[in-house]
């Protein structure tokens, strides 16, 4: 009897084991078919990085230009303002960057020195910690359409709700590639506007986060 439970012990750990290897393949497998559709959960190159987020500013200025005209709260029309100005400026700084392409189709600018070894390890602050954001956001969903300016064209009568609940998880699909690049980049450039980009957007995201939460909602006539 003792010998049977035993065996019966030991199959049920084969079992779970077998499970779990099954499982993992499946997660894999399904991961890598994803990145093709979803940008901001792979590995980007640095070209693909500065693509990508250079189209992910300009739908987040339009919204942004777009609901300035909605808005009667001073608070959220700050926010406004605020993105309007740091991203078109984070626009102009990427398009304008020098960006050649190798045969590794690398990213590379006349400032940088690939040759030197660089830490790549994020370094966390208390943005990360700082509700609604995590310092996890590997797997953020990512909605291809934020990359499309056409994502916008429907919304020019958004309510700040509406504003807020798309803008953050907006913002945290940036957020999440910015921190993927510096796993793998060794260019000054890319690592110093990643890190802004991450340390930004994540003030903005805890600003729409109280934003929304917060008991004291008004609105002005002036604006």
């Known amino acids: 009897m003792y010998m049977l439970k035993i065996i019966i012990l030991c199959i049920i750990i084969i079992i779970i084991i077998l499970l779990y290897i099954s499982y993992k393949y499946v997660y894999v497998y399904s991961v890598?078919?994803?990145?093709?559709?979803?940008?901001c959960n792979q590995d980007l190159t640095e070209n693909e990085y500065i693509n990508h987020m250079i189209t992910h500013h300009e739908v987040?200025?339009?919204?942004?230009?777009?609901h300035l005209h909605n808005t009667k709260n001073p608070i959220m029309f700050?926010?406004?303002?605020?993105?309007?100005?740091?991203?078109?400026?984070?626009?102009?700084?990427?398009?304008?960057t020098k960006i050649v392409k190798n045969t590794n189709n690398e990213f590379?600018?006349?400032?940088?020195?690939?040759?030197?070894?660089?830490?790549?390890?994020?370094?966390?602050?208390?943005?990360?910690?700082?509700n609604p954001n995590t310092p996890y956001l590997?797997?953020?969903?990512?909605?291809?359409?934020?990359?499309?300016?056409a994502h916008s064209k429907n919304l020019h009568s958004m309510t700040d709700e509406m504003y807020i609940q798309h803008m953050i998880p907006h913002?945290?699909?940036?957020?999440?590639?910015?921190?993927?690049?510096?796993n793998t980049t060794n260019n000054d450039f890319i690592i110093d506007l990643a890190y802004k980009i991450i340390h930004s957007q994540q003030l903005e995201i805890s600003k729409l986060y109280n934003l929304s939460k917060s008991k004291y909602m008004f609105e002005s006539n002036i604006l």
């Not at 406004?80 to 304008?96: A, G, H, P, T, V």
């Not at 006349?110 to 943005?127: L, P």
């Not at 590997?138 to 300016?149: K, V």
Request: aromatic share 12%; hydrophobic share 30%; proline share 2%.
């Open 60 to 66: 987040a200025v339009y919204m942004s230009e777009k």
């Open 108 to 130: 590379n600018d006349e400032m940088s020195n690939k040759n030197i070894r660089m830490d790549k390890s994020y370094r966390y602050t208390q943005g990360d910690f700082t």
């Open 78 to 96: 700050d926010i406004l303002r605020n993105i309007i100005r740091l991203q078109n400026y984070e626009i102009n700084i990427m398009k304008d």
């Open 32 to 39: 890598k078919n994803s990145k093709k559709n979803y940008p």
């Open 171 to 182: 913002h945290q699909v940036a957020v999440d590639m910015s921190k993927r690049i510096l």
């Open 138 to 149: 590997s797997d953020t969903y990512c909605d291809p359409s934020f990359f499309d300016m």
